[in-house]
C-alpha cells in the first residue's frame, strides 16, 4: 500500500494521489480493501494508516488461506525518497496478535450492537425471504 493510485503501468504513466483512493494496494485485493476504502483518508497520520493496513493484512489472511506472515511492513512519505520505516511482522509478533484479537472483537461487538432487521423476528430462526 501506498498513498498514491496508479492508472496504467507505473514505469510509464506513474503514480499519482487520488482523492477517494488514497493508497495503492499490491497483491490480494478482495479481502482486506473494504477496511482500508472505510478508514484511510489522505488526512490519516502514518502511524493510524499502518494500523490500518495490518487490520486490512488480518482480514485479508483470515478470509484466504493462501495468504500468510511472515509480512514486510515499509512506510515512505511523499516527496521523499528513503524508506521512514522497515519492519517484518512475524508469526509471533505479540501487536499484531493483540491488533487482530482485538479487531475481530471489535467486529462482533459492533454486529451485536446494531438491531436485528424488522423482518427478522427471532435470530435462531432460518430467514426465509
Given amino acids: 500500500m501506498a498513498g498514491a493510485h496508479c ?3 507505473p514505469k510509464t504513466n506513474g503514480c ?18 473494504p477496511v482500508l476504502d472505510r478508514m484511510l ?9 499502518l494500523k490500518i493496513a495490518l487490520i486490512s493484512f488480518s ?15 515499509a512506510t515512505i512519505r511523499s516527496g521523499v525518497s528513503d524508506l521512514e520505516l522497515i519492519h517484518p511482522i512475524e508469526v ?3 501487536y499484531y496478535s493483540e491488533l ?8 462482533r461487538a ?8 424488522q423482518y427478522a423476528s ?7 425471504s
Avoid: C, H
Avoid at 487520488?18 to 479481502?31: M, R, W
Avoid at 487482530?100 to 467486529?107: D, E, M, P, Q, T
Avoid at 427471532?122 to 426465509?128: F, V
Fill in 7 to 9: 492508472r496504467g503501468s
Fill in 16 to 33: 499519482r494521489g487520488e482523492s477517494d483512493t488514497p493508497f495503492l494496494q499490491i497483491g490480494e485485493t478482495k479481502y482486506g480493501k
Fill in 41 to 49: 483518508t489522505y488526512e490519516t497520520p502514518m502511524a493510524e494508516a
Fill in 59 to 73: 482480514a485479508t489472511m483470515r478470509s484466504n488461506l493462501a495468504v500468510g506472515l511472515p509480512v514486510d511492513i
Fill in 92 to 94: 509471533d509478533d505479540e
Fill in 100 to 107: 487482530k484479537n482485538r479487531w475481530s472483537n471489535a467486529l
Fill in 110 to 117: 459492533a454486529a451485536a450492537a446494531i438491531p436485528l432487521p
Fill in 122 to 128: 427471532q435470530p435462531e430462526q432460518e430467514l426465509r
